[in-house]
């Protein structure tokens, strides 16, 4: 009866959707004693492999070079970086149901002194960018909280920066009418940079390197978009400058098109 449920399981819709799938993402410690039997598993029942590419991340250690370990106390939980915890409640966290009891006192005196203030909120994307940013082939990747607070910061620019485009030239993207648009040397100069950066997002996309595409995304949004493109089309949207009202600035159809350039930039 087993035989006959697995043969009928090999043509259950479910199955031939998911598999084989494309990437497997692990870690360097478990190719062989989990990876490796995947692939026997899946040519001996299946007959093909389960997934082509493996995508081997590095293993993260603190920012001192240990490995994270729950009785050295140098463990961070992702949703304490993401909400916050205060210092007492961290030091709780971190000496509770430890295998050594005995080391409760030392990593609760290096709790205090590494985050005598807790950890603050840093959201999820800041979180998410970092581990992108620092996903290098290396196999040892050197955590440091204070590179999700810049990440943070970054979020929180590009988040300004689609709330001044939102209020100033309205929500959605307006529809192109045909007419030809006359782009103005920002915009021209923008959407070259755009181009290149996509080029180059979706190249290191294509060979695994989210280091690389994390790189181009941050220099683009904060260096070309935030700090240039957007300071200067600022005195084109706001209808109190002088330059808009003296006409001196591009036309309705040149304006649409910049709010087009604008919206890809921030997707």
Not at 35 to 54: E, N, Q, S, Y
């Amino acid at each position: 009866m087993a035989v006959l449920d697995a043969r009928l399981a090999r043509h259950h819709p479910a199955l031939e959707r998911f598999y084989p799938g494309d990437v497997l993402v692990t870690g360097f410690d478990i190719i062989f004693f989990w990876v490796a039997r995947m692939i026997m598993m899946g040519l001996k029942f299946m007959g093909d492999v389960p997934f082509r590419d493996v995508y081997i991340t590095g293993l993260i250690r603190d920012e001192h070079g240990d490995k994270m370990s729950k009785s050295k106390g140098n463990v961070i939980d992702p949703l304490d970086i993401v909400d916050g915890i205060s210092l007492e409640e961290l030091v709780e966290k971190r000496t509770t149901g430890l295998m050594q009891p005995q080391l409760a006192p030392a990593i609760e005196r290096a709790t205090r002194r590494q985050y005598p203030a807790g950890i603050a909120p840093h959201g999820t994307d800041a979180l998410r960018f970092t581990f992108a940013a620092i996903a290098s082939p290396s196999r040892d990747i050197s955590f440091d909280l204070a590179r999700v607070g810049g990440y943070s910061k970054f979020c929180n620019k590009l988040w300004n920066a689609a709330r001044f485009l939102t209020m100033t030239l309205g929500e959605g993207t307006p529809a192109a009418d045909g007419a030809p648009v006359e782009l103005s040397v920002a915009d021209r100069w923008i959407r070259a940079r755009f181009g290149r950066t996509i080029e180059a997002v979706e190249s290191a996309l294509a060979d695994y390197r989210f280091d690389y595409a994390a790189s181009a995304l941050y220099e683009f949004t904060w260096y070309d978009f935030c700090d240039w493109y957007v300071e200067l089309v600022k005195p084109t949207c706001s209808p109190r400058t002088p330059a808009r009202r003296r006409g001196a600035v591009r036309s309705a159809r040149s304006r649409r098109c910049s709010k087009r350039c604008s919206a890809r930039c921030i997707r």
